[in-house]
């Protein structure tokens, strides 16, 4: 275990020569790290954008940096100063970011047969940091190399995601107009390329491409619908149609 | 603001907790746990093309949807192929830099 921690990220844990518990997290932990930083790269441009549209608002730089730290949640970070902006009131713009952060369901539900042996303490600390980057790296996770120690691995991403995010938020802010111009650099096409990349990496059959296809058909056509509606719609619609596939073979199985 | 933060704050973490808080008390039916088995893939495919197609509602000159098609052809085949993370991401937005 030594040699491959120190293979991975050159810090040598002597004490590690044999398999021990503590080891295990360590080791977990640092994988979890290690699978959020490609993730971080489309992260830390928009973390850097909020912090400069929240000075440009006149928003302070602790309240700025407290929303990244106790929200952690871009796409309503986003959406809390474009409603700001035009005078939103608090009320509305809390309401807004429930349906803004409704897929989050999504990814709490398919976690939850795989955090149901944890404490009540550990599921609400792995909650917090459910993103969707951290939910990219943690399905692949879950699904390919889970262990007894797979929260750690979790936690070590969703910190290092969260410290990442927090500090390039107050980064933005100090940089404010500096920070402006990072749109015509060309990293809005980060998410995208991410998820995209993750997407790929998920598609092991023939029933989840489908799904995949399904749902960037529904989604291209459902795109200009309000409130995430065509979101929900072709996530939905990419669900069954899995579903579906996936009954329908184990149907031809048992026929055989 | 301080009660807007703290607003957001708790209501985003009650959704990511909401379903999480109550594994262990029910059995998640078959069916329900076969359909979610896709719900990684199909999720961020759809942000995937949310987000492109609010990129090409702000810029849809041909230049800027070349730059978008063959930024995901490279990375998503080099994704593919590598089965590697960094590589890909990198190898996208870079061609997507270059060619805006």
């Given at each position: 275990m030594s040699k491959i921690i120190a293979k991975n990220n050159s810090v040598t844990i002597a004490h590690c020569s044999t398999q021990t518990h503590e080891c295990s997290k360590l080791l977990n932990y640092w994988k979890g790290m290690h699978a959020i930083v490609p993730l971080t790269i489309g992260a830390i441009p928009f973390a850097m954008l909020y912090g400069a549209i929240a000075s440009e608002l006149g928003i302070t730089l602790l309240a700025t940096t407290a929303m990244s730290i106790l929200t952690f949640a871009g796409s309503a970070q986003f959406m809390?100063?474009?409603?700001?902006?035009?005078?939103?009131?608090?009320?509305?713009?809390?309401?807004?970011?429930?349906?803004?952060?409704?897929?989050?369901?999504?990814?709490?539900?398919?976690?939850?047969?795989?955090?149901?042996?944890?404490?009540?303490?550990?599921?609400?600390?792995?909650?917090?940091?459910?993103?969707?980057?951290?939910?990219?790296?943690?399905?692949?996770?879950?699904?390919?190399?889970?262990?007894?120690?797979?929260?750690?691995?979790?936690?070590?991403?969703?910190?290092?995601?969260?410290?990442f995010w927090s500090m390039a938020s107050a980064a933005g802010h100090i940089l404010g107009s500096q920070i402006?111009?990072?749109?015509?650099?060309?990293?809005?096409?980060?998410?995208?390329?991410?998820?995209?990349?993750?997407?790929?990496?998920m598609i092991k059959d023939r029933a989840t491409l489908l799904a995949t296809i399904t749902t960037c058909i529904c989604a291209y056509l459902g795109r200009n619908l309000p409130h995430q509606l065509g979101f929900i719609l072709a996530t939905s619609m990419g669900i069954a149609c899995g579903y579906f596939i996936s009954l329908y073979k184990q149907k031809a199985k048992v026929k055989k | 603001?301080?009660?807007?933060?703290?607003?957001?704050?708790?209501?985003?973490?009650?959704?990511?907790?909401?379903?999480?808080?109550?594994?262990?008390?029910?059995?998640?039916?078959?069916?329900?746990?076969?359909?979610?088995?896709?719900?990684?893939?199909?999720?961020?495919?759809?942000?995937?093309?949310?987000?492109?197609?609010?990129?090409?509602?702000?810029?849809?000159?041909?230049?800027?949807?070349?730059?978008?098609?063959?930024?995901?052809?490279?990375?998503?085949g080099t994704a593919r192929f590598s089965q590697k993370t960094l590589l890909p991401i990198c190898a996208g937005i870079l061609v997507y830099m270059i060619l805006k």
């Open positions: 809390a100063l474009g409603m700001l902006a035009v005078g939103g009131t608090p009320s509305l713009i809390i309401a807004t970011s429930v349906i803004v952060n409704l897929r989050h369901l999504l990814y709490s539900a398919w976690l939850t047969p795989y955090l149901a042996p944890l404490s009540i303490s550990w599921r609400a600390l792995l909650s917090f940091g459910l993103s969707d980057e951290v939910f990219a790296v943690m399905s692949r996770h879950y699904k390919e190399e889970q262990s007894r120690h797979s929260h750690w691995f979790f936690l070590g991403a969703t910190s290092t995601l969260w410290f402006q111009g990072i749109n015509e650099a060309g990293l809005e096409i980060a998410m995208p390329v991410t998820f995209g990349t993750m997407v790929t990496l | 603001m301080i009660y807007l933060i703290l607003g957001m704050a708790i209501t985003v973490f009650a959704i990511r907790f909401l379903p999480i808080s109550l594994a262990g008390h029910y059995r998640m039916p078959e069916g329900i746990a076969l359909a979610l088995s896709f719900a990684p893939p199909v999720a961020l495919s759809a942000i995937v093309v949310t987000t492109i197609s609010g990129m090409l509602k702000e810029n849809s000159s041909s230049q800027h949807v070349l730059a978008i098609f063959l930024s995901l052809t490279i990375s998503l």
